[in-house]
């Protein structure tokens, strides 16, 4: 059931009374797969909350998560909000100088760690942080010898919240309810791949326009599950394991790691998931190591198997129906080979499969197809707060991005730039009125990217506009 509010803290709050005792987030523990429901989601949000103000935050702090996908990564960013302060994503991956570059910049009061070695970053790098007064760390161990009396534990955060609690009861209420939904939500940095990253301040009213498209255009509703693996810091992730899961009541499972995701998604088998290209690439991977390994009767089997599959998918995408002879076959090629693949690499309860972020090769895609997962591509940016377009069910088209999600306005300007606006559109670049001067012109998000609207409707992004120069001749040429 989808909810209608204004911020995030509201509709935990709602999501919280609506479905207190359905799963909300799963986690491994031990090798015990740990659940928290709804109830327990907007109780640990409520003490880590009210252990922050007890600290001292404000409205517009800073709150920085250094952390690989954990439930500690969503209650410390929905308790920053739930203050009307501010998240502030940093990928766990970053040396310890990156790691301060975006705590300084976005002048973060607090800062939550995983475990010993991103608090070791922050040590590492404290002396440029002049802002910085909290560090709270989830996992502990190794830090007993650790002297620093910024750090203290997760857990002793939210004791410190259950004290402020008993003491005044109705606070958590009021600060979720004086949350704006045009306040900033949390900061997004780029990647910084052309310089320093910038922190897209994202607002409520785009979380919330985002999640309510997203659903719209995908078909993702409640009930789904759904893998988080893809760094937090990151939008994509952000709209699988936040933002749709709060407005429609998904169950989220963290993966033990980026690196175990293969055999994370075989125990969780998702019905949403969504792979960079990367990840679909390892996956096919997998498969064509593993058949390397089989007799060489059963390669065969799979190599007429996956022809037989890649000529169904191209009649079917392309409207065409199948015979009863090609429908029979391809139900033996699922009986005799598919059906063990999907399993293979986790994706036999995919209901929903997505790729984004970057572009993927089209034999990949029709690599997977063929075996009966079909991937739609999607295209989007932090500036527009995920997904601007998707493909959507029956519109399937290998090499495009699909059509624009609902609200969202765009049109390609006379050099081939894609332009748009919505509720999606970020507020700008935190403490960079210059960069947000050139990105949002008259409203218009310019996204750098260069596009071309295929006869069918399906947009195709062709380049990135820096990428192109001009010949002697005048001729607009793509290296």
């Keep these: 059931m989808a909810l209608l509010t204004d911020t995030l803290p509201k509709l935990l709050a709602e999501r919280g009374r609506a479905a207190p005792g359905r799963v909300a987030l799963r986690e491994k523990e031990f090798g015990v797969w740990q659940r928290v429901d709804w109830r327990g989601y907007l109780g640990h949000v409520r003490r880590a909350c009210l252990g922050l103000v007890a600290l001292g935050m404000k409205p517009g702090d800073k709150v920085a998560i250094l ?281 036999r309860r995919a209901r929903l499969s997505f790729t984004a972020a970057a572009a993927i090769s089209p034999e990949v895609l029709w690599f997977f197809h063929a075996l009966g997962i079909p991937v739609r591509e999607g295209y989007g940016m932090t500036e527009c707060t995920g997904f601007s377009f998707v493909q959507r069910e029956g519109g399937i088209r290998p090499g495009t991005v699909g059509v624009a999600i609902p609200e969202l306005e765009w049109r390609i300007a006379p050099d081939g730039e894609l332009l748009m606006r919505g509720p999606g559109v970020f507020a700008g670049y935190f403490k960079n009125q210059e960069a947000t001067a050139e990105t949002i012109r008259d409203g218009w998000l310019q996204s750098g990217d260069v596009a071309q609207l295929d006869p069918d409707g399906q947009l195709r992004i062709v380049d990135r506009k820096k990428s192109i120069f001009v010949t002697a001749g005048g001729k607009n040429v793509s290296p």
């Design 67 to 347: 952390s690989e996908n954990r439930r500690e990564w969503v209650f410390a960013e929905l308790a920053a909000m739930s203050g009307s302060a501010v998240g502030v994503g940093v990928y766990p991956t970053s040396p310890a100088k990156e790691v301060g570059y975006v705590i300084a910049h976005s002048e973060a009061r607090f800062v939550v760690c995983e475990d010993q070695e991103q608090v070791d970053k922050i040590l590492e790098v404290s002396a440029e942080l002049p802002h910085l007064e909290r560090i709270v760390v989830a996992d502990v161990r190794g830090l007993r010898r650790y002297t620093d009396p910024r750090i203290l534990s997760f857990e002793a955060l939210q004791r410190l919240g259950e004290e402020r609690e008993a003491a005044e009861p109705g606070l958590f209420d009021a600060l979720v309810a004086a949350t704006d939904p045009d306040g900033v939500a949390f900061l997004i940095y780029t990647s910084g791949t052309t310089g320093f990253p910038k922190g897209a301040m994202i607002t409520h009213r785009n979380i919330l326009g985002q999640a309510r498209a997203a659903a719209e255009a995908t078909g993702i509703r409640a009930g789904d599950e759904v893998v988080s693996y893809l760094p937090l810091c990151h939008v994509a992730e952000q709209i699988l394991s936040v933002f749709l899961p709060l407005q429609l009541g998904m169950t989220v499972n963290f993966a033990e790691s980026v690196r175990t995701i293969q055999e994370d998604l075989r125990e969780i088998a998702p019905s949403v998931f969504l792979g960079v290209p990367r990840i679909w690439e390892k996956l096919q991977s997998s498969i064509l190591v593993k058949l390397q390994e089989a007799p060489r009767w059963r390669r065969w089997l799979f190599e007429r198997a996956l022809q037989h599959g890649r000529r169904c998918a191209e009649e079917e995408l392309a409207g065409r129906g199948l015979g009863p002879g090609a429908r029979a076959l391809r139900w033996l090629s699922w009986v005799l080979v598919m059906r063990a693949l999907q399993n293979f690499v986790g994706l």
